[in-house]
């Protein structure tokens, strides 16, 4: 779910972001079956799936913020057109949940914040260490502090609120922008800066495989179709579900 196209791709970040897409699908997978009764577990209180979803979804938005330090194309309207499309499908997000989840909908899931995070992202591209030390202080502000303020439900998007609201996706913008900084930093410090000629996979590309890393191919076209694949997987999953175990 890259915020920004990209003049030329990393495969690198293509990989990684195919990973990440894999671990989603298992993870609504076992939710899904979870939801059909084939399973019994608590996805809002077990530590070992709230781990695990913090992980996904640490390793999505890490990918956003070194996405947009890869974006080199000085034409913006490939970022608008971006956001657009992710605006769209965030919206779509919040009215197919609500049709299935009426009481739980998702309000501000992944796909809303990445809209609202690359926009203010954007705005720190040109810096490098002064976004690490954002990022460390996003998180931490958003662990630590709280306010009864802020659990207005017009507010509850900040993620400052006192308690977790009764939605089936939930990014709020803090603590999980200080992830988006850190990715910021990882990425005009990895790919722009010193790293950059000393770390030969950083510039790997699909023509540079050998026989034997040719498999990283399946993960990178599912990194470069991640949005598609968010928003159609479950609807799939789901569906099959049903007509397997309705009856």
């Not at 299935?100 to 992202?121: D, K, R, T």
């Amino acid at each position: 779910m890259s915020a920004l196209q990209t003049k030329g791709r990393s495969l690198l970040v293509d990989v990684s972001r195919g990973v990440a897409v894999i671990l989603m699908v298992l993870y609504h997978f076992c939710f899904d079956l979870n939801y059909f009764g084939l399973i019994h577990q608590n996805f809002n209180y077990n530590p070992f799936w709230l781990t695990f979803r913090a992980l996904i979804v640490t390793c999505f938005l890490t990918l956003v913020g070194i996405s947009l330090v890869l974006a080199t194309n000085k034409n913006q309207r490939h970022f608008w057109i971006r956001i657009g499309k992710l605006s769209a499908a965030s919206l779509a997000v919040t009215a197919g949940s609500y049709l299935i989840f009426p009481q739980s909908f998702i309000f501000f899931g992944i796909l809303h914040f990445i809209v609202v995070a690359s926009l203010i992202a954007l705005l720190f591209l040109r810096f490098s260490w002064l976004n690490l030390v954002l990022g460390g202080a996003f998180i931490l502000f958003g662990i630590l502090f709280s306010n009864p303020w802020f659990d207005q439900p017009w507010l509850q998007w900040i993620g400052l609120m006192t308690y977790k609201p009764v939605t089936e996706d939930y990014v709020p913008l803090f603590p999980w922008l200080g992830v988006v900084f850190i990715g910021l930093f990882l990425g005009k410090f990895l790919f722009q800066e010193r790293l950059k000629g000393t770390l030969p996979v950083l510039k790997l590309k699909k023509k540079d495989l050998t026989p034997a890393t040719q498999w990283v191919t399946g993960p990178a076209w599912l990194g470069q179709h991640s949005l598609a694949i968010y928003l159609l997987h479950q609807p799939l999953l789901m569906g099959i579900l049903y007509l397997l175990f309705s009856h």
